[in-house]
């Protein structure tokens, strides 16, 4: 159940208990409604379409985190200066009998001068001693005015790096944000930074580590050498982030150091040199790991995204664990080839998640995702290395 | 052994999945098997946490080829799953591992070419030696299945691997046969690889048991003698014993129900906090409560007993033969088919505090939960006004069919001089708005990860039935004369409600 309602600016908080005590009388068969609120959900655009998919998103979330949503749509370009305001609530589908759980949203239309009240509106606007989320769906969230003054009261930061305006570059400035705010280094207060495309590649992570979490594969993790990521680069438009998060988390959970100006770019496959800790002993110890980033221009459906990750050893026993999109999409294959032994592989699900998806992992963290930041980190020092965009 | 230094895993979102292994599960042309457990496996599959290699071994006697028993679990699944009709390709890489060893238990020789085939599926698909063996089968074959495992050496794994053994309920039908079936247990396996499986601690529900009392600071204080007036535990099912009546008869309520799951949630509840939430200081604190427990003597049985048999009646709109006309069923049997208990934990904690606990078939409603009812506050503030009318606090885990927990206390009528109740109400499914694990993935995955904090041990199964089998053979010794004594579709018998007057209280009406 949705409903809308145009309202004066000043009267949101009175427009809302009406809404609420509305929706408890309306309510089907006399079901109680539940309003819940577990979060502060801000969530903001310049682009009206993007915000249509945005409320679409925070709808479904309702399911796992009914939240107070304020969408802010600002367009601080139009000629007139205007804001409104609407208020909505979100409910879910209940069974019959059940109660029904409702979150609520509040949506700000500012357009030219008016963007600016829009900050001091959010403040007033939040549910006391509520995590606040600041979900930033813009090109260049860093430079938004919005997060310089929220950002004493935001708790968590959301941002897509796949749809950054200048990937790379975008890419090692969240590092650096990440760096100061995970060090304490701004204030007192800090925030936790949350990336959309990071969490897309839960799946891909989990299947990587599941060779490992066999004993007889284990030995082998510590000598991988050669580690070859495929993404899609639909239209050339060549997109490395997701593939260069993944190489961090690879990277810093296997202590490789990207080594200074050891990055090659050969039409468009770009090549990392690392050093991991040595394997073995004496002059013969390979502790150098390269990292091949392979765009693929025709690939599977119209998304950009990756398509396989396959980690080899060369050197000594070869041993090979790729993971990769499967025909049927929706699924993966999975397959560890030791030398002298069959190969073992299974197909397991990793289906393309939902926006909501996402943000209903990253909503779930309470806390910082150190395993993000460590990833973050040496993914902005391998961004950094290719030094430009491609 | 589960904890691998797995560097990729550090602080990953997921969980783990154990190490490739086989399962062989005795007794898979059944029902269990095909409603339950290979369901419970897809399932693990589908949510990625099955590792490659993962394998299947069935064992029965009727002589199915791969391909048939293929095709009878993957009916199954598709009836019985969770996540919905099987999807083809996930099915297809799920079924490669799957196989079908026909034999009688009792027929050495297809041990031994389970030894063999075991050995094939270490080297073809990287089992490497580890194995789950799962008696689904009736109960009297256990000891002939144990002991031919251990004479083929399969008690053990090659290769550095691990082994283990998951036994289904019932664990014993008595003291004696329980401590019998243990010993022949661990002549040949040893207590770490046993794992005695009761669902009922699968149950995401019942682990939230725990974690509500030792990880809220507020309830704790509350949660003893001084200030609890009595607890009643209630698992209620709204059928008969349909086509399992054969097996009921020699059982009944008491030793299917109470021995088991209702003296697990009693465990759960007054339990101690343990040193910490490791499998061993969980199940030695639930031990102690069972030990705590005031015996009921066989000649006491009248005072601190009511059991119940149900006649025809109806069940949520459909006529319901009586218990005697089920097919299997003795026609003058004395099975009880509802149980009513009041027990005593005499601790520190809880002395003086009754413990009611009730659970029947054919009741109007499939119910679990426990209420602890707090003391009434003293009266007086409010005795000369129309307020005096004050309910006590009840505190209710629901463990089934609305998982949740709702805390009942008093409040003013607005504009009135009246104290209403009023519930607070928490439900996990609108609150995480997911769906929850069934009991068997999660005790199926805990056992292949080595973890067996949700299964019983040893002790913990003794000290249950020696609690039990003293109230059986005081049934035994006066048999009920007026069975049956309830109508299907009502609350169980009379008997039960003045059981609960005699102490001044009532069952909760659920
Ligand atoms: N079903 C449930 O929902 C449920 C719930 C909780 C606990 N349990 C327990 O789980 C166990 C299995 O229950 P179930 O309902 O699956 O039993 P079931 O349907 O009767 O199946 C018994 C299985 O054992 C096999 N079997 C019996 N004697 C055999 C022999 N001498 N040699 C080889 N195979 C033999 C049967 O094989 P063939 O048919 O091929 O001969 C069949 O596969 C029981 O202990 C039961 O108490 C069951």
């Not at chain 1, 145009?6 to 006399?30: F, T, Y």
């Not at chain 2, 208990?341 to 009741?363: C, D, H, M, T």
Request: glycine share 8%; net charge negative; charged share 20%.
């Amino acid at each position: 159940m949705t409903s809308m309602t145009m309202v004066e600016i000043g009267a949101i908080e009175r427009e809302l208990r009406q809404l609420w005590s509305e929706s408890a009388e309306k309510s089907p068969d006399g079901q109680a409604v539940i309003r819940a609120l577990t979060l502060n959900l801000i969530a903001c655009t310049h682009d009206a379409e993007h915000a249509d998919r945005m409320t679409d998103a925070i709808q479904q979330l309702t399911a796992s985190h009914p939240s107070r949503a304020i969408l802010a749509l600002l367009q601080p370009d139009a000629p007139e200066p205007r804001l409104d305001g609407f208020v909505q609530a979100n409910c879910l589908l209940s069974r019959r009998g059940t109660p029904q759980v409702c979150g609520e949203q509040i949506t700000l239309d500012a357009r030219g001068s008016a963007v600016q009240q829009v900050a001091s509106l959010i403040l007033a606007l939040l549910v006391p001693d509520l995590p606040v989320v600041l979900w930033l769906s813009h090109p260049d969230p860093f430079d938004a005015p919005l997060l310089a003054r929220l950002r004493s009261v935001v708790d968590r930061v959301m941002v897509n790096s796949q749809a950054f305006a200048q990937p790379t570059k975008e890419l090692v400035r969240m590092a650096e944000l990440e760096r100061t705010v995970s060090s304490g280094g701004l204030a007192l207060h800090t925030f936790a930074i949350s990336d959309l495309t990071w969490a897309s590649l839960t799946a891909w992570r989990e299947l990587t580590a599941q060779f490992f979490d066999t004993r007889p594969l284990l030995p082998h993790l510590r000598r991988i050498d050669h580690v070859t990521i495929t993404y899609q680069a639909p239209n050339g438009a060549n997109n490395p982030v997701a593939g260069l998060l993944l190489a961090g988390w690879l990277a810093s959970c296997l202590a490789w150091v990207p080594l200074e100006d050891a990055v090659s770019i050969e039409a468009a496959q770009i090549r990392f040199h690392l050093r991991r800790p040595a394997v073995g002993v004496g002059t013969g110890a390979i502790r150098l790991v390269t990292i091949d980033l392979c765009p693929v221009e025709a690939g599977i459906g119209a998304m950009p995204g990756l398509l396989a990750l396959h980690l080899e050893a060369l050197d000594g026993i070869t041993a090979s664990f790729r993971v990769e999109r499967a025909e049927t999409p929706g699924y993966a294959l999975t397959t560890a080839t030791i030398a002298g032994m069959e190969p073992i592989s299974r197909l397991a699900r990793c289906e393309e998640p939902s926006l909501a998806d996402l943000l209903a992992a990253e909503l779930r963290l309470r806390h910082r995702d150190q395993t993000f930041s460590d990833a973050l980190r040496v993914a902005g020092l391998l961004a950094a290395r290719l030094g430009r965009d491609i | 052994m589960s904890d691998l230094p797995n560097p990729l895993r550090h602080g990953l979102r997921i969980g783990r999945t154990p190490e490739p292994c086989t399962v062989v599960i005795f007794g898979a042309s059944g029902d269990l098997t095909s409603r339950k457990l290979v369901p419970a496996l897809y399932n693990l599959a589908h949510e990625r946490r099955l590792p490659g290699g993962f394998s299947v071994v069935g064992f029965a006697r009727r002589p199915w080829d791969d391909a048939q028993f293929r095709q009878v679990l993957l009916d199954g699944v598709n009836a019985n799953s969770r996540s919905g009709a099987v999807e083809a390709e996930l099915w297809a890489s799920f079924a490669e591992g799957i196989h079908y060893q026909p034999g009688n238990f009792d027929d050495p020789s297809a041990y031994a070419r389970l030894v063999e085939r075991l050995a094939e599926l270490d080297l073809r698909r990287g089992t490497g030696g580890n194995r789950v063996f799962y008696l689904a089968t009736p109960p009297e074959a256990y000891p002939d299945i144990i002991r031919q495992l251990g004479a083929h050496g399969l008690h053990q794994s090659p290769h550095g691997g691990w082994t283990r053994i998951i036994i289904e309920k019932p664990f014993g039908r008595d003291l004696a046969s329980a401590q019998a079936l243990n010993q022949q247990v661990l002549a040949v396996f040893a207590e770490p690889q046993v794992y005695r499986i009761d669902h009922y601690l699968g149950k995401e529900t019942v682990q939230n048991i725990m974690v509500f009392r030792f990880a809220n600071g507020i309830f704790e204080p509350l949660w003893d003698r001084r200030s609890v007036d009595h607890v009643q535990i209630t698992v209620a099912e709204n059928l008969g014993v349909e086509d399992r009546g054969g097996y009921y008869d020699h059982s009944g309520a008491l030793r299917d129900m109470i021995q088991n799951h209702l003296m697990q949630l009693l465990a759960l509840v007054a339990m101690e906090p343990p040193v910490s939430y490791d499998a061993d200081a969980v199940r030695d604190e639930k031990v102690k409560v069972l030990r705590a427990v005031r015996r009921i003597r066989p000649e006491e049985v009248a005072t601190y007993t009511v059991r119940g048999q149900y006649d025809a009646g109806s069940l949520s709109g459909r006529p319901l033969a009586g218990y005697r006309d089920e097919r299997g069923v003795d026609p003058a049997s004395q099975t009880e088919t509802y149980v009513g208990l009041k027990l005593f934990v005499e601790n520190w904690r809880w002395a003086g505090v009754p413990f009611y606990l009730r659970s029947g078939k054919a009741l109007p409603r499939r119910v679990s939960e426990i209420a602890i009812q707090f003391k009434t506050v003293p009266t007086m503030l409010f005795a000369e006004t129309p307020m005096h009318d004050i309910e006590p606090n009840v505190l209710a885990i629901k463990l089934q069919p609305d998982e949740g927990i709702t805390l009942k206390f008093g409040s003013k009528v607005p504009g009135q001089p009246q104290i209403r109740p009023v519930t607070m109400d928490f439900r996990y499914g609108t609150s995480f708005g997911v769906a929850s694990p069934e009991a068997y993935e999660r005790l199926l995955l805990d056992c292949m990860l080595g973890d067996s904090t949700l299964f019983t041990r040893r002790d913990e199964v003794e000290a249950s039935w020696s609690l039990i089998t003293p109230i059986h053979q005081g049934w035994l010794a006066s048999p009920a004369q007026s069975f049956p004594n309830y109508e299907a579709g009502s609350w169980g018998p009379n008997s039960a409600d003045e059981f609960m007057a005699r102490d001044g209280r009532t069952w909760r009406r659920l």
